[in-house]
């Protein structure tokens, strides 16, 4: 099977997951990929597994490359299953003399398999600044806790500057090709920050104490091989995407609004076009996400990117819309920050959704507006007023400094 070359003796030979549509709550309409990696030198070391059942492809890219010549090492970067899920049968295949993961790896193991599973493994903890030499080619490891897991690790290849990083600076997209310069970097781009607002931007603080330390430790990096999707290799993409992460995890965005709305009678609906059109009169842009048809990963990249979101609700059980419940839940648990939101909609004969919306976020320890709410179908009034509602948050928008 087709095995990717990195550098000389370094390659790329995980699987790719073109059927997988979801991923814990995260939708994924481009599908994914597990991206293992292979170093043949005096010794031979496997970096990272794939998720269960995908094993087999994996190994015949192994083989395909070092036949039946012994495995050293198999470092496990992070043990959530969608990396570890085919470790058992996969130790059983390649019979690695050791293991190398980090001390939370270590315990994680032990924790996600069975005793039956795990015996005869002999598993090394590693932390920052361990080695291993393997001849031409030295690992590095560097803890990287909460990005995601508390477990996680990168391992740098030290003389071809490689690092592979697990779930940092990656996407889910399944794509034969392996590169992100062999494809459209628009979309490369738009599934980088979808996996980030999704998967790490409750770790931003994180993330940001990362990048400092590979900053102090002086690495130089000429390729991220991150274990999902499109790896990085040309100097500007790798500088495009470390920058992008720094962005991210402080909280910067573009000068945009997205109105977050479910509606019933459509009376919600006319609030958030009318919002909208305000905001647009000011010059900003605007993106509205009904809720009924858009999936939860596309509205977190937009807070992702977005200076201000609004969320909008009619009233059913003196509450909010059931959608609009699950959004909020949510994005509390991603913890956006820096953020300027607000609550809008309409009720009938008792109100309740927006005082609901408005108290979740300001529970979030965002900028908060205060609410806008209309009572059955908007007049041509009330209409007009939503629109000033969108004109001052466009006005905040330009003039709000993080």
Partial sequence: MQRVPLADGIYWVGAVDWGVREFHGYDTPHGSSYNSYLIVDEKVCVVDGVRAGLGPEMLRRVRGCCQEQTVDYLVVNHVEMDHSGCLPWLIEQLRPRKIL???????????????????????????????????????????????????????????????????????????????????????????????????????????????????????????????????????????????????????????????????????????????????????????????????????????????????????????MLPNVGRFLTYIKGLRPKSRLTGAFGSFGWGGGAVKEIDATLRSMSLDVLEPLEVRYVPNEEELIACEEYGRQVARRVKEWVR
């Avoid at 599934?191 to 999704?198: H, K, L, P, Q, R």
């Avoid at 573009?254 to 059109?277: G, I, N, Q």
């Fill in 101 to 319: 993961t980090s001390k939370r790896g270590q315990e994680a193991l032990a924790l996600h398999f069975t005793r039956e599973e795990c015996e005869g493994w002999d598993v090394m903890a590693v932390g920052t600044g361990d080695e291993i030499n393997l001849g031409s080619y030295t690992l590095s490891f560097i803890e990287a806790p909460m990005l995601h897991w508390p477990d996680s690790m990168f391992t740098y290849v030290k003389e071809p500057h490689i690092l592979l990083p697990n779930d940092a600076f990656g996407q889910h997209l399944a794509s034969s090709r392996r590169f992100a310069d062999e494809l459209d970097m628009n979309v490369v781009m738009e599934e980088a920050v979808t996996y980030f607002a999704n998967i790490l931007m409750p770790f931003a603080g994180q993330v940001t104490k990362t990048i400092e330390k590979l900053i102090e430790m002086g690495l130089e990096i000429d390729t991220i091989a991150p274990s999902h999707g499109a790896i990085w290799r040309l100097r500007e993409h790798v500088d495009a995407i470390i920058e992008a992460y720094a962005a991210w995890a402080r909280f910067e965005a573009k000068p945009r609004v997205c109105l977050v709305y479910d509606t019933m009678w459509h009376s919600t609906e006319k609030m958030a076009y009318a919002v909208a059109d305000g905001v647009a009169q000011e010059d900003v842009e605007v993106t509205i996400l009904p809720l009924s048809g858009t999936p939860l990963a596309r509205v977190a990249r937009y807070v992702q990117e977005s200076r201000a979101f609004l969320v909008g609700s009619p009233v059913l059980n003196n509450g």
